[in-house]
Structure formats: C-alpha cells, structure tokens
C-alpha cells in the first residue's frame, strides 16, 4: 500500500474526475490511511490503521487536528449524535496478539469526541 490519498478535480457537470494528485503521503510510523468523513469546514478526518489516531486535514492538506485513540487499529471515523458535532471513532482487534490486547485493551471499542467540528448533512438515498 502507498500511505498516499488522492485528490482529482470534480466536474459536477459530466460527474468526471481528473489531474490526481497526493493530497496527503503517510510516513511509516503513521500508519494506513483507512475509513474517512468530512466535516463542515472541509477538512478531511482520516483514520490512522495502525497509528492509533485520526487526523484532520485542511484542504489544502495540512495538519489540522489530531485525536489519539487508545487502541491501535482505528478503522474508520464518522460525525454524528446532536447537531452532528460528535465524532464517532471505531476500531478492530482482529489479528492482535494476546500480549497486543493487553496493551491496548480498549482495541476493537466504539470511542466518541464531542465538540471537535460538525459533519455535514447527509443525503437521503433516493433508490
């Protein structure tokens, strides 16, 4: 895996993608990129598999906010609860060793933050 995500141009018109380019490059020690939300502010929240984090990021790519998470595996990230102004963290324990799980016991756990930013509205699936 690269430990790159992407960002390309969006013509809302023709539903066409286009100039990729790295909008973020992870180091060794960050971990993988994994699930992602964006919050009203536009920023990218991104979690770290294997970095035990989640990472916002301005547009422009630069480092915005980070929240630790006790567990190493964070999986993905999503905005929710009231007002949309709580971050829901998930995380996995699969493929831990017992000796992995004693360190991080908490792997696997549903981890909440309030307060950080607001998602932006969902849509209703119309089919």
């Not at 100039?19 to 992870?26: I, P």
């Not at 998470?69 to 990230?77: D, E, G, S």
Request: charged share 20%; with cysteine.
């Amino acid at each position: 895996m690269r430990r790159t995500i992407y960002q390309f141009d969006l013509d809302l018109d023709e539903g066409a993608i286009a100039n990729k380019r790295v909008f973020v490059q992870f180091d060794e020690h960050a971990g993988l990129p994994d699930g992602m939300t964006v919050d009203c502010e536009g920023r990218l929240w991104v979690a770290h598999f294997g970095g035990a984090r989640v990472t916002a990021f301005r547009p422009d790519g630069k480092t915005d906010a980070v929240v630790y998470v006790p567990a190493p595996n964070v999986t993905t990230c999503a905005f929710g609860g009231m007002n949309g102004a709580t971050l829901f963290i998930t995380t996995s324990r699969t493929c831990m060793t017992e000796a992995q799980l004693r360190e991080a016991p908490l792997a696997g756990g549903l981890f909440a933050c309030e307060g950080l930013a607001a998602g932006i509205p969902a849509f209703a699936f119309d089919g």
